[in-house]
């Protein structure tokens, strides 16, 4: 390891720091600790030089966070289940625990300021960091001006439209769209509350 090397962990104060390991390019907007690498995992970093960052956050041999196997996203099936109403969603993993919130705005915001809807305190994630808009067409999701990027299935975007089980990494966490279609019997749309867990989800 190198001499300069840094761990996650660290304050390493406002920079950009090269994953070790895969060469994820984390950027930090102020006096942050480093957190483990959103792409692999790693907890080595070195500080990047800003000539060789390129424009989407990555050096020469860009490297982008790999899509969760199934083992990673097993939890999903029975988080679509647990949802009782017809609608959109996210769904995402926090501590063990499904988390799933009902898109029913026209503006959905992803960011560590507390001004979010859905709100991660990260040094991964911007204070303004993603953006979920809710149309008549469908749901986009937008780069909200972040510095560590928005990926949907493993490709960095500006703003896509949705489909349902799509994957979206902001920072090191994993969201999933969910499009749930109304079932024989169903009436009105999703609930307006944040639903958290499964088995507040069901009732």
């Known amino acids: 390891m190198d001499d300069h090397a840094l761990t996650a962990g ?16 984390l950027t930090l907007a102020a006096s942050d600790a480093l957190s483990d690498c959103p792409g692999c995992g790693g907890r080595s970093f070195a500080r990047a030089s800003l000539f060789s960052v390129g424009q989407l956050g990555r050096e020469s041999t860009e490297t982008t966070p790999e899509v969760a196997s199934a ?15 017809p609608g ?3 769904l995402y993993e926090e501590d063990g625990e499904p988390i799933v919130v009902p898109l029913t ?4 915001r992803v960011g560590r300021s507390l001004a979010a809807d ?14 979920f808009v809710r149309q ?29 089980g799509d994957e979206i990494v902001v920072g090191r966490y994993r969201l999933y769209f ?5 079932r ?20």
């Not at 660290?10 to 390019?25: K, P, Q």
């Not at 083992?71 to 109403?85: C, F, H, K, P, Y």
């Not at 019997?185 to 944040?194: F, I």
């Open 105 to 108: 705005r026209e503006w959905t």
């Open 118 to 131: 859905v709100r991660f305190d990260d040094p991964t994630v911007s204070r303004r960091h993603a953006l």
């Open 184 to 203: 024989p019997g169903d009436g009105g749309g999703p609930r307006r509350e944040r639903i958290t867990g499964l088995s507040a989800a069901t009732g």
């Open 71 to 85: 083992d990673e996203t097993s939890w999903l099936g029975a988080a679509r289940e647990g949802i009782g109403q």
């Open 178 to 182: 969910a499009r749930i279609p109304a």
């Open 10 to 25: 660290t304050l390493a104060g406002a920079g950009s720091f090269r994953c070790e390991r895969c060469g994820y390019v």
């Open 136 to 164: 008549p067409d469908g749901v986009r999701a937008l780069d909200d001006r972040s510095l560590n990027g928005v990926f949907v299935n493993g490709e960095r975007v500006e703003w896509r439209m949705l489909a349902d």
């Open 88 to 90: 959109e969603y996210l």
